[in-house]
Nanobody
């Protein structure tokens, strides 16, 4: 069983920054990542990272978001800079597999709300 403790969400003004953290209990998975879902929109992959440090980002967040991982602590973080109102969403921490350069989430956190507004 995998459990996630997510933190760092909240309200921030446009152009500001937030840092999301996710500590996973249980097994260390080959890859972890963050998905997000805005009201009325499809859930999308924001970023993923493997145990080896290989990362992938959605085009919409490249250059603004940075994902990192501490394998020893089984923790993944998402540093979000230059936030825009369109970044507003519920962000979900995930853990899963990484085959053929594709991240597939298998376990999901409960999500944390990120709101970008003045």
């Amino acid at each position: 069983q995998v459990q996630f403790v997510e933190s760092g969400g909240g309200l921030v003004q446009p152009g500001g920054s937030l840092r999301l953290s996710c500590a996973a209990s249980g097994s260390i998975f080959a890859a972890m990542g963050w998905y997000r879902q805005a009201p009325g929109k499809q859930r999308e992959l924001v970023a993923s990272i493997t145990t080896g440090g290989s990362t992938n980002y959605a085009d919409s967040v490249k250059g603004r978001f940075t994902i990192s991982r501490d394998n020893a602590k089984n923790t993944v973080c998402l540093q979000m800079n230059s936030l825009k109102p369109e970044d507003t969403a519920v962000y979900y921490c995930n853990a899963g597999t990484y085959y053929y350069t594709v991240y597939t989430p298998r376990y999901w956190g409960q999500g944390t709300q990120v709101t970008v507004s003045s």
